[in-house]
């Protein structure tokens, strides 16, 4: 269930951040070394099926997309008017989007990417703690958030992309045993 308060964003956010640390601490060398492909997989048609390569990449997308998430927060709430996705991507280009995250994130180790994904985490966790449940799962509470809420954005940037890390990974592993 897609959490709706305050307690359960919390919750969801640390136990699917665990559980995304305890399969890759499960990684051997074979998922760790072979790269990501899935082109023999015909349903796995979405572009970040075919964007990721390995597992820092997945990380380094998911520190991304919480720094957007901290960026946007703490910009609003210091008055300063700013969208949540990054000049001069839209929702529609948002694939152009992460394959700029990508690109700029190359040369980054594995171990730098779990180390700035688990500062993102904390400072997002100490973040989603800074607010109200009303000002977390209110529609419009506040006008940056435009016809949703600030919680709706916590949730798709810690659980719910979480979730979706963990999905691929898992999927990667399944590969690997066929290999």
């Not at 269930?1 to 074979?30: C, F, V």
């Not at 990721?52 to 008055?79: A, G, P």
Request: hydrophobic letters at 35%; aromatic letters at 12%.
């Amino acid at each position: 269930m897609r959490p709706s308060t305050k307690a359960t964003l919390l919750e969801a956010s640390e136990l699917k951040y665990k559980e995304l640390n305890l399969l890759i601490d499960s990684l051997g060398e074979k998922e760790l070394n072979t790269e990501y492909d899935f082109s023999d997989f015909p349903k796995k048609k979405e572009a970040h099926w075919s964007r990721d390569k390995n597992l820092r990449d997945i990380l380094m997308h998911l520190f991304e997309w919480q720094k957007l998430l901290i960026d946007w927060i703490e910009s609003n709430k210091n008055n300063e008017d700013k969208k949540f996705l990054i000049e001069p991507y839209t929702w529609k280009t948002i694939a152009d989007m992460n394959n700029m995250f990508l690109e700029r994130n190359q040369l980054f180790s594995l171990e730098e990417a779990k180390a700035n994904l688990e500062s993102t985490h904390k400072y997002s966790i100490d973040l989603i703690s800074s607010f109200s449940n009303e000002e977390l799962f209110e529609k419009k509470h506040f006008s940056w958030t435009g016809t949703t809420s600030v919680g709706s954005y916590c949730v798709s940037a810690l659980p719910s992309h979480y979730d979706w890390a963990i999905k691929k990974i898992k999927a990667h592993i399944k590969r690997c045993k066929s290999l």
